[in-house]
């Protein structure tokens, strides 16, 4: 075989081999949303959040690549479903879910709580999501959002669901809290708190003793593109995360409290 050939069977060889190193790179598709302490985009325009860093973090130990994908809520469900989402950070479990996805251990806590207008705390003394059946009280809950098993149930009576406003953006919900459009809102309490805070609203609007779910926040990941095992991959490296403290390091930069290993949230 002459030189030219020797040279041209070469250089086909390193594009094969560039070809399959390039299809060997492990990268995971992750869902993001503007939900702080979560997942947000700082001032520099650096994504960031708790979820988001640990998934980088954890991937990068399966040696993976967390490929963010910015996508609403009800969005990212039909994707991770599609197959054209991979993981979808800070989902609960719920039955109809685990028809397309695996779910992680948990990865966080923070309850979801009832929020409400000044006026509505006047008017309405609510101990339990309960009471709002039977009044003219206006509850906003963002669409194919769960809010854990008590919610789950009372969205099967008629005369529950006839009290909901639903809505696809929760930060456009506080202002209709303020402008008396609405009466209240279920949210994560640190986010809540957190939005409240930042839209200058904490005095519009106030954090209620009703706790709607206390169950940890997991990550999901579509059945068609993640398999069981990597899952059980990425749980064992998030507990070596856990153990080591730098869950807690993590957690501290985001979380606007102590942070408890033990319960995965503040103390």
Not at 42 to 70: F, H, K, Y
Not at 193 to 199: G, H, K, M, N
Not at 250 to 255: D, G, T, V
Request: charged share 25%.
């Amino acid at each position: 075989m002459s030189a030219f050939w020797i040279r041209l069977l070469l250089v086909y060889l390193s594009l094969v081999n560039g070809a399959f190193a390039q299809e060997a790179v492990c990268t995971k598709t992750v869902r993001w949303f503007d939900d702080a302490p979560y997942s947000f985009r700082g001032a520099d325009g650096e994504i960031r959040g708790l979820n988001v860093e640990i998934a980088r973090v954890v991937l990068r130990q399966l040696g993976c690549e967390a490929v963010l994908v910015e996508l609403p809520w009800a969005r990212a469900l039909a994707e991770l479903e599609s197959g054209r989402l991979d993981i979808l950070p800070g989902a609960l479990r719920k039955p109809e879910r685990e028809v397309y996805a695996h779910f992680s251990r948990p990865i966080n806590r923070s309850p979801n709580v009832l929020f409400v207008g000044r006026k509505a705390a006047e008017r309405f003394k609510l101990t339990q999501l309960a009471d709002i059946v039977g009044t003219d009280f206006r509850l906003g809950t963002q669409i194919d959002v769960s809010y854990g098993p008590s919610y789950d149930e009372l969205i099967k009576k008629p005369e529950f669901k006839a009290r909901l406003s639903p809505l696809t953006m929760r930060r456009s919900a506080w202002k209709m809290i303020d402008r008396d459009r609405i009466d209240g809102l279920i949210a994560d309490e640190v986010t809540g708190l957190l939005e409240l805070q930042q839209l200058g609203l904490s005095e519009s609007v106030a954090k209620t003793r009703v706790v709607v779910s206390g169950d940890p926040a997991l990550f999901a990941f579509g059945k068609k593109t993640v398999t069981r095992d990597f899952v059980d991959a990425f749980d064992k490296a998030f507990g070596a995360l856990v153990v080591d403290g730098r869950y807690r390091e993590i957690a501290q930069r985001y979380l606007p409290c102590t942070v408890s290993v033990e319960k995965l949230g503040c103390r």
